[in-house]
């Protein structure tokens, strides 16, 4: 009988092509979560610590038990330049998973961007520091570091499906997961709802302010009959 042995820190993945990742960090997550087909966000509770923060990159994923971070130390010991680091705390706020030691520590190592689904604390120091982070909420209590966790397996972060390598856009307004092998058709498609959101930005400017599928959709809606204008 063959023996399969189960690793639950995984090392080599694919990520996101770097090329990609930098078109996609031109993008609003808003815009992408759009083109990809409104799906793929985080839970409006997860949010930067700073409305500047902004984060684009390919995904190590972690899970770990609630409030304890040892995973999180292995990720950030095998994570390489660029990668964002996304965490599965379960959503539990009751002690924090990193603070100034660790997001200083990342940043350090080139890491793009933290995220957890999870509290973080050292609030004033990371809000004002240039590293993205990312959290549920905050707590002063710290972690523990005794709980096997996984690195790079598919997570479920916030309500959002996520592989090792998939890209992740965060910005002011939350973070959005893009399937790896999609990325490339999305940006195409990114580009062409961004620039129809300017020409609709423009009219809107030179007096057209009134949305033109408005009429059509209150009559599919039953909201107008067929012949009745607004």
Same mark, same amino acid.
């Given at each position: 009988m063959t023996e399969h042995t189960f690793s639950m820190l995984q090392r080599d993945i694919t990520r996101v092509d770097a090329e990609l990742v930098q078109r996609a960090a031109e993008f609003q997550a808003a815009i992408l979560a759009d083109v990809a087909g409104r799906r793929g966000t985080l839970h409006g509770r997860v949010k930067p610590l700073s409305a500047r923060m902004k984060v684009a990159g390919p995904a190590i994923t972690v899970e770990v038990r609630p409030g304890d971070n040892l995973a999180i130390h292995a990720a950030l010991a095998i994570a390489q330049p660029g990668d964002v680091i996304v965490v599965d705390g379960k959503g539990d706020q009751s002690c924090a998973l990193i603070g100034e030691i660790m997001s200083t520590q990342a940043q350090a190592a080139g890491i793009a961007g933290i995220i957890i689904d999870g509290a973080v604390r050292d609030a004033d120091a990371l809000t004002q520091g240039a590293f993205p982070v990312f959290a549920a909420g905050l707590n002063p209590c710290g972690p523990t570091k005794s709980v096997a966790?996984? %690195?790079?397996?598919? %997570?479920?972060?916030?309500? &959002? &499906? *996520?592989?090792? @390598?998939?890209? #992740? #856009?965060?910005?002011?307004? @939350?973070?959005? %997961?893009?399937?790896? +092998? !999609? %990325? +490339? +058709?999305?940006?195409?498609?990114?580009? =062409? =709802?961004?620039?129809? !959101?300017?020409?609709?930005?423009? $009219? #809107?400017?030179?007096?057209? *302010?009134?949305?033109?599928?408005?009429? !059509? &959709?209150?009559? $599919?809606?039953?909201?107008?009959?067929?012949?009745?204008?607004l």
């Open positions: 966790g996984r %690195v790079n397996h598919p %997570v479920s972060v916030a309500g &959002a &499906a *996520i592989q090792p @390598g998939d890209l #992740i #856009i965060g910005d002011t307004d @939350g973070v959005v %997961v893009l399937p790896r +092998a !999609e %990325v +490339a +058709a999305l940006l195409e498609l990114a580009q =062409k =709802k961004l620039d129809g !959101e300017n020409r609709r930005l423009q $009219a #809107i400017r030179q007096g057209d *302010i009134r949305a033109p599928w408005l009429e !059509e &959709a209150l009559r $599919a809606a039953g909201m107008l009959t067929s012949g009745e204008t």
